[in-house]
């Protein structure tokens, strides 16, 4: 099978199997709505956020982000230096800490009104379970 599938809580974001009726972390009711692709390698910015509620608009906001680890595309202008931080506060890992990144990173963008952010470099430091991702870029800012 080229897709292994799983179900995402909605409560604590725990990954059951992907017959798994209730967490098996919590117990909370689980239905296919709940059904995730197994990506573990890959991902996009459409995850949701365990401590985060995204409006429709915002969302939409988010979809229009350019971000990339090239350099200032066609069309964009830099907007001066950017950074962020995220973390796992101690659980979640790197899916923790990259969250937390991508969740700054937003809130950076769609604040500042950025149109994503280019040359993008990402440095994690781990020291035991703490997890800290800290990423530096260029602010994409739209010329057309």
């Known amino acids: 099978m080229l ?5 995402v809580c909605p409560n604590c974001q725990h990954e059951n199997g992907n017959d798994a009726n209730f967490c098996l972390s919590c117990g ?3 239905d296919a709505a709940a059904t995730m692709v197994k990506l573990p390698h ?6 949701a956020h365990p401590t985060v509620s995204i409006t429709p608009e915002e969302q939409a906001a988010i ?8 350099t200032i ?4 202008t830099r907007g001066g230096l950017v950074f962020a931080d995220g973390d796992n506060h101690g659980e979640g890992g790197y899916k923790g800490a990259w969250e937390d990144l ?5 809130r950076l963008c769609t604040g ?3 149109a994503g952010v280019a040359n993008l470099t990402i440095v994690p430091t781990v020291r035991g379970e703490y997890v ?8 994409l800012v739209k010329t057309v």
């Open 112 to 114: 500042k009104n950025y």
């Open 102 to 106: 991508t969740l700054n990173l937003w």
């Open 73 to 76: 595309p066609n069309g964009y």
């Open 3 to 7: 897709n292994e599938r799983y179900r």
């Open 28 to 30: 909370t009711k689980l």
């Open 63 to 70: 979809d229009q982000l350019m971000i990339t680890n090239g």
């Open 132 to 139: 800290q991702l800290f990423a530096t870029g260029d602010a």
């Open 42 to 47: 890959a991902g996009d910015q459409k995850f």
